[in-house]
Nanobody, 115 residues
Framework: QVQLVESGGGQVQPGGSLRLSCAAS????????MAWYRQAPGKQRELVAI???????DYADSVKGRFTISRDNTKDTTYLQMTSLRTEDTAVYSC?????????WGKGTLVTVSS
C-alpha cells in the first residue's frame, strides 16, 4: 500500500512560482513512475509531468520550459517546480504513483493563478 500527500498549493499572481511536493509512504521502493496530474474546473484531468524510475522525464506541451519534475529518493518525495505561472494553470494538482503496476493517487492540492 502506498500513501501520497501533496502540499505547496496556494494562490499566486501570473508570472509567479510555486513548488509542489508529494510525500510518499509505504511500499514505494519499487515504484515505476511518479507523476503530477491536474484538473481544472469543467475540464478533464491531464498529465502535467512524469518521472520514470531511472530519471527520464516528460511534460505536457503546455508546461514545457516552465515546470520541472524531480524526485528526492532519500526523502521519498517528488516535486513539481512551477515557474512563469499563467491563469490557465489554475487547477487541482494531484500526485500519482505506479508501484508494481498499481496506480495510487493523492487527494490533490489547489493552485490558483490570479491577479
Amino acid at each position: 500500500q502506498v500513501q501520497l500527500v501533496e502540499s505547496g498549493g496556494g494562490q499566486v499572481q501570473p508570472g509567479g512560482s510555486l513548488r509542489l511536493s508529494c510525500a510518499a509512504s509505504g511500499s514505494t521502493f519499487s515504484f515505476y513512475s511518479m507523476a503530477w496530474y491536474r484538473q481544472a474546473p469543467g475540464k478533464q484531468r491531464e498529465l502535467v509531468a512524469i518521472i520514470i524510475r531511472g530519471g527520464n522525464t516528460d511534460y505536457a506541451d503546455s508546461v514545457k520550459g516552465r515546470f520541472t519534475i524531480s524526485r528526492d529518493n532519500t526523502k521519498d518525495t517528488t516535486y513539481l517546480q512551477m515557474t512563469s505561472l499563467r491563469t490557465e494553470d489554475t487547477a487541482v494538482y494531484s500526485c500519482n504513483a505506479v508501484v508494481r503496476g498499481v496506480p495510487y493517487w493523492g487527494k490533490g492540492t489547489l493552485v490558483t493563478v490570479s491577479s
